[in-house]
Every structure is written in structure tokens, then in C-alpha cells.
Nanobody
């Protein structure tokens, strides 16, 4: 699976931003798609995930109520809607994919990441 994330940029605190992840290369019916983020010196952390073929989705407690994940099967694209952004949301956001299993770990396919910077 090839993944390409886009949509990052510089925004102000309180703004909204939507990240997109275009997937190609394989049929995704048995996959879990996810977003992670990473800041310098820290571990990459789970943000949200969604089953490609089902309805199950998860959002980390740290962004619950502000972020949501969705997918468009026709476009082979997964989205991360980010609302009420805060400076601590600044990070490089990565799209990831894996065969079904734990939503928070074990991802084998990664995109190159897109930078989100939230100014105060």
C-alpha cells in the first residue's frame, strides 16, 4: 500500500484543518487506516483509526471531541478533520495502514507525513 498525506499547513489556534491520505496499490477491504503524529524528541503517537470496510473508528482521548476520522471508499482516501486546533497539536502527521488487528499499533505501511503548525 502506498500512502500520501496532504493538507498540512500553518494555522492559528482555534482554526480547523482537514488532512487527507490517498491510498493506492492494494485493495483495502481488510485494512485499518490510521493517523499518527510526532513532534521532535517524542515517540510517534496514535491519533485516530478507522476500519476500511466497517464502521468502527477510534479517536485518542487527547483529541476526542475535536478530531474525527472518516473515509471515502470511492476516492480511496482517509480524512482527519481537526477542529479547535491548539498549539500542542503541532506535529508531523502520518497516515498509516495495516491488516486488521489492534488499532493502536503494528502498522506496516506509512506515508511521508504532513506538517501541521498551530500558532498561538
Amino acid at each position: 500500500v502506498q500512502l500520501q498525506a496532504s493538507g498540512g499547513g500553518l494555522v492559528q489556534a482555534g482554526d480547523s484543518l482537514t488532512l487527507s491520505c490517498a491510498a493506492s496499490g492494494r485493495t483495502l477491504s481488510n485494512y485499518v487506516m490510521a493517523w499518527f503524529r510526532q513532534t521532535p524528541g517524542k515517540e510517534r503517537e496514535f491519533v485516530a483509526s478507522i476500519l476500511w470496510s466497517g464502521s468502527a473508528s477510534y479517536v485518542d482521548d487527547s483529541v476526542q471531541g475535536r478530531f474525527s476520522i472518516s473515509r471515502n471508499r470511492a476516492k480511496n482516501t482517509v480524512y482527519l478533520q481537526m477542529n479547535s486546533l491548539m498549539p500542542e497539536d503541532s506535529a508531523v502527521y502520518y497516515c498509516a495502514a495495516k491488516i486488521r488487528g489492534s488499532h493502536r499499533s503494528g502498522y506496516g505501511f506509512w506515508g511521508p507525513g504532513t506538517l501541521v503548525t498551530v500558532s498561538s
